[in-house]
């Protein structure tokens, strides 16, 4: 079975420092994508990032990064330079390409950028 | 460009009501159509996905129902609403057959009173 899991129910950071949230996934699957999602209070999921299971190198988006580590199985997203604005529940999910049309969402993460 | 809404944002109903929520997708066709829940506090619940008019797959066994009748529109239904169907509903799409993300909705929170 496919499943995500976040282990940081909360995280606190101070504005401007970077901060790591946490994400291991679980399928046999060969093929699949990893994402992250951001959902501020307003309740819109706002898509960060993505990896893809069998690139090489490490995603970026302006100051979000995606840290993969296929053999571990984790996909953690590093946040630099927090702000205010980063206040948010953040989520990673994980699409299998061969399951369907499914994307299995973790449990959350949310993280407070602290003045 | 592509867009996606979703309609009400807001809903209070009474328990036995009906629901009726719509999304309709521009600028694309033929996409994935997806109905998620979310519980407050909580992550997101798969509940309907479409890979095409007229094709609907549950992934959760429940009193709602998922419609497709044309290519861009996905519409959760229910005819009796109970208090657990209470919660946040996203509407979201990606490409068919692709390997892309998905684009969600701006969300429908209901209330079932």
């Known amino acids: 079975a496919q499943k995500i899991t976040q282990t940081q129910p909360g995280m606190f950071v101070q504005e401007k420092e970077a901060v790591t949230l946490d994400c291991t996934y679980d399928?046999?699957?060969?093929?699949?994508?990893l994402f992250w999602y951001k959902q501020p209070s307003s309740g819109e999921m706002i898509f960060l990032i993505y990896?893809?299971?069998?690139?090489?190198q490490n995603a970026t988006e302006g100051r979000y990064s995606l840290n993969f580590q296929k053999a571990r199985k984790s996909a953690n997203l590093v946040i630099s330079a927090s702000q205010l604005g980063d206040s948010a529940m953040y989520f990673c999910?994980?699409?299998?390409?061969?399951?369907?049309?499914?994307?299995?969402f973790g449990p959350g993460t949310r993280l407070s950028v602290l003045p | 460009s592509q867009t996606i809404h979703q309609w009400p944002a807001t809903l209070v109903q009474p328990v036995g009501s009906p629901l009726s929520l719509e999304c309709t997708v521009e600028?694309?066709?033929?996409?994935?159509l997806y109905w998620y829940r979310q519980a407050a506090g909580r992550g997101l619940q798969l509940l309907f996905y479409?890979?095409?008019?007229?094709?609907i797959s549950s992934e959760v066994p429940q009193n709602l129902s998922a419609s497709r009748p044309q290519d861009r529109q996905f519409i959760l239904s229910s005819k009796k609403l109970l208090l657990s169907d209470s919660g946040f509903y996203l509407c979201?799409?990606?490409f068919g057959g692709g390997t892309g993300e998905l684009f969600f909705g701006e969300g429908s929170r209901l209330t079932v009173l």
């Open positions: 479409s890979v095409g008019i007229g094709q």
């Open positions: 999910a994980m699409r299998v390409d061969n399951y369907g049309q499914n994307f299995v």
């Open positions: 600028g694309t066709s033929n996409p994935n």
């Open positions: 979201a799409w990606s």
């Open positions: 399928t046999s699957d060969q093929s699949y994508g």
């Open positions: 990896q893809g299971s069998y690139d090489e």
